[in-house]
């Protein structure tokens, strides 16, 4: 079984940054995919980066150039968040796929409780 759990949101005024931290528990395995996702309120769930164990590493377009992913080490996924504007507001997901490369939420077996990031002046 695998446990994920965010931290690392906050308020934040439009220009600023954070940066998110992913802590798994469990079987993962390098041949797993990790992603961040995020929910808006009244808005799907929807992809914002993800990172293969190839060291690939995808973006939405919203956040290419503003965002980066990465791992530090086995068990800790990262986010890191610059020049954030008041459209990345929303609850930021952890996930993993053990199978595939997919963007779709269906296709991802874990899911962290979520951290807040709010951004506004």
């Known amino acids: 079984q695998v446990q994920l759990v965010e931290s690392g949101g906050g308020l934040v005024q439009p220009g600023s940054s954070l940066r998110l931290s992913c802590a798994a528990s469990?079987?993962?395995?390098?041949?797993?995919?990790l992603a961040w996702f995020r929910q808006a309120p009244g808005s799907d769930r929807e992809f914002v980066s993800g990172?293969?164990?190839?060291?690939?590493r995808y973006y939405a377009d919203s956040v290419k150039g503003r965002f980066t992913i990465s791992r530090d080490g086995a068990q800790t996924l990262l986010l890191q968040m610059n020049s954030l504007e008041p459209e990345d507001t929303g609850v930021y997901y952890c996930?993993?796929?053990?199978?595939?490369?997919?963007?779709?939420?269906?296709?991802?077996?874990?899911w962290g409780r979520g951290t807040q990031v709010t951004v506004s002046s």
């Open positions: 996930a993993v796929a053990t199978r595939g490369y997919s963007r779709q939420s269906e296709d991802f077996n874990y």
């Open positions: 469990g079987r993962i395995y390098s041949s797993h995919f």
């Open positions: 990172l293969r164990p190839s060291g690939n």
